[in-house]
Nanobody, 123 residues
Framework: QVQLVESGGGLVQAGGSLRLSCAAS????????MSWFRQAPGKEREFIAF????????YYGDSVKGRFTISRDNAKNTVYLQMNSLSPDDTAVYYC????????????????WGQGTQVTVSS
């Protein structure tokens, strides 16, 4: 198993930036494919970004492509989400998720989740 803890959320003005972190503990971090999702009130959990085990391959949801960047540091057991050009539409709870099976944009395919971190973007 792997345990995930997100941090770095907060309140930011539109146009600003935040960097989220997700620290992993437990089994070897480099065994896991990692993703970020988000969920706004009344909405389904939305795929944001994916990174493979080495960090060499990434995928993004259409709503964040060109603004967000996912990366990982296997030596630090941490995955990051750099968020730029934030808008109020980005307001949500952001979750990191881990799986051993490879790329998926479906939340139901991920076995391990963090508790989430709130991101609020003011206009």
């Amino acid at each position: 198993q792997v345990q995930l803890v997100e941090s770095g959320g907060g309140l930011v003005q539109a146009g600003g930036s935040l960097r989220l972190s997700c620290a992993a503990s437990g089994r070897t971090f480099s065994l896991y494919y990692m993703s970020w999702f988000r969920q706004a009130p009344g909405k389904e959990r939305e795929f944001i970004a994916f990174v493979n085990r080495s960090g060499g391959s990434t995928y993004y949801g259409d709503s964040v492509k060109g603004r967000f960047t996912i990366s990982r540091d296997n030596a630090k057991n941490t995955v990051y989400l750099q968020m730029n050009s934030l808008s109020p539409d980005d307001t949500a709870v952001y979750y990191c998720a881990a799986d051993v099976d490879g790329f998926s944009y479906r939340a139901g395919d991920y076995d391990y989740w963090g508790q989430g971190t709130q991101v609020t973007v003011s206009s």
